[in-house]
């Protein structure tokens, strides 16, 4: 059912998250949830796309974080798209806390996944591409991926 102690079972990535920002500083951190989200989550219903992290007091959160409701859930049901206050320790919200406050970075969540019986979630301090940056992003990707052609073919 659960990944076995050590391994990691990915429910859910952000992968235009690598695209869209260039990340720095990777960090793992887990979430509080309701008994209903683990469940939703343990059957992967649950997307990154449109989440964000940031503050409400000196707590960081995971906004906007989709986990469809559970079925089988009585009127004890989640909200889906309700604030998840991540777990972390003092230095690591202060790091972050400095990180959002110097102009232009921003703490995208990455993947989110289980870890033995927890629940984790990557993220990484990252600073917006324009469009000049994502071309030679697309570009580099691209050249990589004719060279291992290239060498596959030999």
């Known amino acids: 059912m659960g990944a076995k102690k050590g391994q990691q079972r990915i429910i859910c990535e952000n992968r235009r998250a690598r695209f869209e920002f260039e990340l720095t500083n990777p960090l793992v951190a887990g979430l509080m949830l309701l008994g209903s989200e683990v469940k939703a989550l343990r059957l ?5 796309n449109d989440a964000w992290v940031g503050f409400e007091g000196n707590k960081p ?10 079925e089988k859930a009585t009127h004890f049901c ?10 972390l320790n003092a230095a690591e919200i202060e790091d972050l806390r400095a990180a959002v406050r110097e102009r232009g970075l921003t703490v995208v969540p990455l ?4 870890e033995g019986p927890w629940v984790k979630l990557e993220l990484a301090v990252g600073r917006g591409r324009n469009v000049h940056d ?6 580099e990707r691209e050249d ?8 596959a073919r030999r």
């Open 61 to 70: 959160m995971l906004f906007q974080a989709h986990v469809a409701a559970y």
């Open 78 to 87: 989640h909200e889906p798209g309700r604030p998840r206050p991540l777990l």
């Open 44 to 48: 992967g219903n649950a997307h990154l």
């Open 134 to 139: 994502k071309r030679h992003a697309v570009r």
């Open 144 to 151: 990589r991926r004719e060279m291992a052609r290239e060498l």
């Open 111 to 114: 993947k989110l996944y289980f």
